[in-house]
């Protein structure tokens, strides 16, 4: 079946611009995470989806950065008025959630989109 | 503070070699995940332990949940080149915790040919 999908897959943007970043999680998945990976770095959480509950946003780094989750599937991420340090990779991932068939702590990502602020 | 601590950071060896990855904590996980990231890729699941002491195997692969559920090792066994990427472990709590797992920061390992 398909996999969780990202777009676009890179990005290159001017600093002070606004980005959105699309996800497409796995049918039936009730659960979605964000991560952002800098080069040779683990992952930083940033905002977690579980079905109609309020997101858990603890991981946002500032204001800048909103989630929404529509209609329990398709999520976006927005960054405005990008900096340079918002340059990585940014993780999209799916998982059955606590209400889904399947382990809720097992995780399926996405390719990623690469962020570049020039 | 890094609840999840990986070492080797890096590892580097020839293929056949042995090799040992760990995965440390002070905290308990009601599960633990190890994920394979290829570069330009997302990180893809390959097991997931759940059981104090479990020992999991995946091919060359041994996975192993530490007896108090904090810690994990994973040994591979004669090492190929298409075993080089970053090995994440990823530790879970669920109810009563946390539904958000815990990255550690990854062993990038590249097997030489």
């Known amino acids: 079946g398909a996999g969780v999908s990202q777009s676009p897959s890179n990005k290159v943007t001017e600093k002070g611009k606004d980005v959105e970043l699309r996800c497409d999680p796995i049918s039936g998945h009730t659960a979605l995470y964000w991560y952002r990976q800098s080069l040779g770095q683990g992952l930083e959480f940033l905002i977690y989806?579980?079905?109609?509950?309020?997101?858990?946003k603890s991981g946002l780094p500032s204001d800048r950065f909103s989630a929404e989750r529509t209609g329990g599937s398709v999520s976006t991420l927005t960054i405005q008025r990008t900096q340079q340090e918002d340059s990585a990779v940014y993780l999209c991932?799916?998982?059955?959630?606590?209400?889904?068939?399947?382990?809720?702590?097992?995780?399926?990502f996405g390719p990623g989109t690469r962020l570049t602020v020039t | 503070t890094q609840l999840l601590e990986q070492s080797p950071q890096f590892l580097s060896i020839q293929e056949g070699e042995n090799l040992t990855v760990y995965c440390n904590s002070s905290?308990?996980?009601?599960?633990l995940q190890w994920y394979r990231q290829e570069p330009g890729e997302g990180p893809v699941l390959l097991v997931t332990v759940v059981t104090g002491g479990e020992v999991k195997k995946l091919k060359r692969l041994t996975f192993q949940f530490g007896d108090a559920r904090k810690d994990s090792s994973l040994h591979i066994t004669a090492a190929q080149p298409g075993d080089t990427g970053l090995y994440l472990c990823?530790?879970?709590?669920?109810?009563?915790?946390?539904?958000?797992?815990?990255f550690g920061r990854g062993t990038s390992l590249i097997v030489h040919p």
């Open positions: 991932a799916s998982s059955p959630g606590t209400s889904g068939s399947g382990r809720w702590d097992e995780q399926y």
């Open positions: 990823a530790g879970a709590k669920g109810p009563g915790g946390s539904y958000i797992p815990t």
């Open positions: 989806f579980q079905g109609n509950s309020a997101p858990d």
């Open positions: 905290s308990v996980f009601s599960s």
